[in-house]
């Protein structure tokens, strides 16, 4: 019995691991499309949005990205390019 028991501990855990190398898999290729594709591109304008809106929006984009942790940097300035502020690689607002 001792023996089975062992037998059956063996096979599963051997399963477990198939399929946690099989899961780590999936998330490096999942991880490796996400890397490859391109980052969203700003509209070409966003309609309703006045020059004073847009001066105020690219006010707080200067204040945010001057405050922002760095690990969130990169996510903030994707959010303004999509609301249309232009803003370079390094986190300069283009005005």
Same mark, same amino acid.
């Given at each position: 019995?001792?023996?089975?028991?062992k037998?059956t501990?063996?096979?599963?855990?051997?399963?477990?691991?198939?399929?946690? @190398?099989?899961?780590?898999q999936?998330?490096d290729? @999942?991880?490796?499309? @996400?890397?490859q594709?391109p980052?969203?591109?700003?509209?070409?304008?966003?309609?309703?949005?006045?020059?004073?809106m847009? @001066?105020?929006?690219?006010?707080?984009?200067?204040?945010a990205?001057?405050s922002?942790p760095?690990?969130?940097r990169?996510?903030?300035?994707?959010?303004?390019?999509?609301?249309?502020i232009?803003?370079?690689?390094?986190?300069?607002v283009?005005?």
């Amino acid at each position: 019995m001792k023996e089975q028991a062992k037998d059956t501990m063996a096979e599963a855990t051997g399963v477990m691991q198939d399929r946690m @190398a099989a899961a780590t898999q999936q998330m490096d290729q @999942a991880m490796q499309q @996400a890397s490859q594709s391109p980052a969203p591109q700003p509209p070409a304008g966003t309609p309703g949005v006045t020059p004073e809106m847009k @001066a105020m929006m690219v006010q707080n984009a200067k204040m945010a990205l001057s405050s922002v942790p760095a690990n969130m940097r990169q996510m903030l300035i994707q959010q303004y390019r999509m609301a249309g502020i232009e803003i370079d690689d390094q986190g300069n607002v283009v005005e």
